[in-house]
């Protein structure tokens, strides 16, 4: 009984040094860059528009909580858009992580009678988080752009 | 000798021909004042001219820079004061239906737009996302229809707060100066366009509450494309009950001394539809047509000073 116990210590305090390794990780994404790459990644034939700070926080409601962001949208009536963010901080980044997914459900909702045949591409959106950054896009096809946000972690 | 008859016939030519010449004279006078510019506004004749000044000083909009607001107050002239010849003057009591059509005026600057809102549904927000370097507040949503204004909560204030457009007019503390209205898209399929028009109306009523300072333009429904005017609204009619609200709109703007934008017309084709190119579905415009439509929003302006 006492081998056991002291087994599962050892278990339990290693996966706790495990996860405090995986959040103490500092990630340094260049978010303008990282944005070119994904802009260029989407379908050519769907216009998106950069939205500016003003529309950011409008369209999802991360007033504060962010330092740097870039956000492309669709002008007309489609769910293609991405967003990366460097919150203020990583509680920040968990409450925009929040933020973003209610946003991406209520839009599902209203495009399931809006616009049909778009509220698959925020049901299967990417939606993510690594220490203070958020990425969110939403697209017929998100391999490409899941892809390029690894990477970017990954660096 | 001539006889009594004779001479009466002689006096009576000689008095039309004395009228005729005097006529002649006045007239040949007036020609020449005329065109010495007697009659000019300047001139203490100005009374005499019914020429719109604003018609005369009419730009040729694709090459004229943007102008102030004071600017187009002195170019246009003082709507309020100068009164019938000026046009967009806001003189509700006298103006018939045709005259709540906004017209053409000098293009205003951005300026313009800084105590200005803007209501409406997804197309009300595509005209944002493409002109999103003007001041104005916009306060529209994917599927917002007239009935929503106090009830549906899309305007987020913060990570945890989101108002109604009632709401957000309320608390934003912004004095408006000018609200545009763009709804009846989603709308199209209610029964009665008459529950419409009167949500419009209610609306207004309401908005004016809010803004006493405010005048107030409905927009008309822009036409959608031969394709989506077949599969929106029951069979092909769309752009046929899109007229129909419109003429309705206007009957409204007329009634309760509001502003019309006529952005049916400045969209629709020969057989009254939207031009295919012109939206990725037929009803949303692209980026560049939405420039098009705030051209024309700034080049029919209104309640300036």
């Known amino acids: 009984m006492k081998k056991i116990f002291i087994v599962f210590s050892v278990v339990l305090t290693l996966s706790f040094f495990g996860c405090a390794e995986a959040d103490n990780k500092v990630y340094d994404i260049d978010i303008s860059k990282m944005a070119a790459d994904i802009s260029a990644e989407f379908d050519a034939s769907v216009e998106l528009t950069r939205l500016t700070e003003q529309s950011v926080n409008d369209r999802y409601g991360l007033k504060g909580l962010f330092s740097e962001i870039y956000a492309e949208a669709s002008v007309a009536i489609s769910a293609d858009e991405f967003v990366v963010i460097k919150a203020i901080d990583e509680e920040s980044a968990k409450q925009a992580y929040d933020m973003l997914d209610k946003y991406r459900k209520e839009r599902a909702d209203l495009f399931r009678t809006y616009a049909p045949d778009e509220s698959p591409k925020l049901e299967k959106a990417l939606l993510d988080r690594a220490g203070e950054y958020v990425f969110f896009v939403a697209c017929e096809d998100t391999s490409s752009a899941e892809k390029i946000w690894k990477e970017y972690k990954s660096k | ?176 100066k000018r609200v545009y209205l763009m709804f009846g898209l989603n709308e199209l399929g209610w029964s009665y366009p008459s529950v419409f028009i009167r949500s419009v109306a209610d609306t207004i009523v309401q908005l004016r509450e809010l803004c006493p300072e405010a005048e107030m333009c409905i927009m008309a429904v822009m036409p959608v494309s031969e394709e989506a005017n077949v599969s929106i609204y029951k069979g092909n ?27 049916y017309n400045l969209f629709s084709d020969e057989q009254g539809s939207l031009p295919k190119d012109f939206a990725p579905d037929g009803i949303h415009l692209y980026s560049g047509k939405n420039r098009i439509l705030m051209n024309f929003i700034l080049s029919h302006a209104f309640a300036f000073g």
């Open chain 2, 1 to 176: 000798m001539l006889s009594f008859s004779t001479r009466k016939n002689k006096r009576k030519h000689i008095f039309s021909l004395f009228v005729f010449i005097t006529i002649f004279m006045a007239s040949a006078g007036m020609i020449v004042l005329s065109a010495m510019g007697v009659f000019r506004e300047n001139s203490g004749f100005a009374w005499l001219s019914s020429i719109n000044k604003l018609e005369k000083n009419k730009p040729d909009t694709n090459t004229i820079a943007p102008i102030s607001e004071e600017e187009a107050i002195l170019l246009i002239g003082d709507a309020e004061n100068k009164g019938d010849d000026v046009l967009n003057s806001g003189n509700i009591e006298e103006d018939l239906t045709i005259d709540r059509i906004l017209k053409e005026t000098l293009p205003v600057s951005d300026e313009y737009f800084e105590q200005t809102l803007f209501i409406g549904d997804s197309r009300m927000l595509g005209l944002h996302l493409s002109c999103q370097d003007i001041k104005a507040t916009f306060y529209a949503a994917v599927g917002l229809s007239i009935n929503q204004l106090n009830t549906k909560d899309f305007i987020k204030v913060d990570s945890e707060t989101s108002y109604t457009v009632m709401e957000a007019i309320e608390k934003d503390g912004r004095e408006y």
């Open chain 2, 237 to 263: 009619v769309a752009n046929e009950r899109i007229r129909e609200y419109n003429a309705m709109l206007l009957e409204l703007a007329s009634d309760i001394g509001c502003w019309y934008l006529d952005t």
